[in-house]
């Protein structure tokens, strides 16, 4: 159905053949995800919604509802991948790279376009992480785990 280019192939444990959508792609997807709801240029979702009197004009309730189904959609892959403490963790690993920045003076969080280039690309990388998660568990470790079982609940 999609492009070879674009997927990967992995065989898990059982001998089954699980097709994902490749990491560029999903590196891609997720900082266009970020990038598009908020960033400091001012162009994103959230002017194209604020920006007007009558939100329920045009196609801004389709774009309303296509980006709440995006959000949706990454964070439960997320929860699913990471769950809240894995997610917590790469949130903390994220902040301790942006502090080195910060120290080595690469970037000034006092700048707030800085900081907010920051925060969005780190949203992104937080996605995409959450997304490849369980594909990089599985290329660690050999075992595919993205669905709880009786045992995590």
Known sequence: MLPDI??????????????HLAGWVT????????VGTWNPTGHHF??????VDD???????????LMIA????????????????GLGVT?????AFIWGLQQYKLIDVENLDQ???ALTLSIGFLIWFGLNASIFWKKLTG?????ATSEDL
């Open 6 to 19: 674009l997927t990967n192939k992995s065989t898990t444990k059982s001998g089954k053949q699980v097709t």
């Open 27 to 34: 590196f891609l997807l997720a900082m266009g995800l970020a």
């Open 46 to 51: 959230v002017h194209y919604i604020s920006s």
């Open 55 to 65: 939100i329920f004009s045009g196609f801004r309730p389709f774009a309303i509802l």
């Open 70 to 85: 995006l959000w949706l959609l990454a964070l439960k892959s997320m929860f699913q991948s990471l769950g809240f403490f």
């Open 91 to 95: 949130a903390v690993i994220i902040a």
């Open 115 to 117: 900081l907010g280039w």
């Open 143 to 147: 075992v595919y785990t993205t669905d």
